[in-house]
């Protein structure tokens, strides 16, 4: 099983409303991230969870709020956002923290903002 | 940081063609870099990778190289199908080897 699931698929939601993003995989991997990618645009890394505690945050703005309640699951709150975070956002896992080995994707979310 | 660029940002060829996308990298410390191909509406998917330890890797018609001296690396695609058609994106690790760096992404178009 090489999959990272992602729920929702699509998602629509207000500048007032407050969801959540889910992650999870069973590979056994240490190591999970959280990207950002919109249109005709390479990923951008937002978040590193390395053996379940946050490593890397790329200055990405508090209505962003990352969560990894156990090695398998990582979430993604969502409050107060802007219509300019509507992209596909999109979740990997790699077996290490040290990305020297594969990273896996998910097939994202894709949030609109409005 | 690192800085990753892709070239070209397009690419259209004829079905059984060869196609060649080239990416330079800016530290010299990154030892890692995978090729990912991303169809639309989909996650990206890791197709092909290479180590700095090796000059070049195969995988049936895909092939990568790389020239660590000249900071560069290659994917070719031999006998393209129109399944190939997708956005491929390069990358490569940082020197601490926790973040991935993605160039701009080609996209190929392969016509029946």
């Known amino acids: 099983d090489t999959e990272v699931t992602q729920t929702p698929k699509h998602l629509v939601m207000g500048m007032t409303n407050k969801k959540s993003l889910k992650c999870e995989q069973h590979m056994g991997h240490r190591a999970m991230y959280w990207y950002k990618q919109k249109a005709k645009k390479p990923p951008e890394l937002m978040f590193v969870?390395?053996?379940?505690?946050?490593?890397i945050n790329e200055s990405v703005p508090s209505r962003f709020s990352p969560e990894c309640p156990n090695s398998s699951l990582l979430n993604l709150h969502l409050h107060a956002l802007q219509p300019e975070d509507s992209a596909l956002y999109l979740c990997a896992s790699s077996q290490e923290p040290t990305l020297n080995t594969e990273a896996f994707f998910g097939q994202g979310t894709r949030l609109t903002v409005v | 940081g690192e800085n990753v660029e892709q070239h070209p940002s397009t690419l259209s060829v004829q079905e059984g063609d060869s196609a060649v996308i080239k990416c330079t990298y800016s530290d010299s410390a990154s030892n890692y870099f995978p090729w990912y191909k991303q169809e639309l509406g989909k996650g990206p998917q890791l197709i092909i990778d290479i180590r700095s330890n090796v000059g070049e890797k195969k995988d049936q018609r895909i092939a990568v190289t790389l020239n660590k001296t000249a900071k560069h690396f290659s994917l070719h695609i031999t006998e393209t199908q129109p399944e190939d058609s997708a956005v491929y994106f390069c990358a490569s690790n940082n020197n601490a080897g926790n973040m991935l760096t993605f160039g701009g992404g080609t996209r190929l178009m392969v016509k029946p």
């Open positions: 969870y390395s053996y379940e505690k946050l490593s």
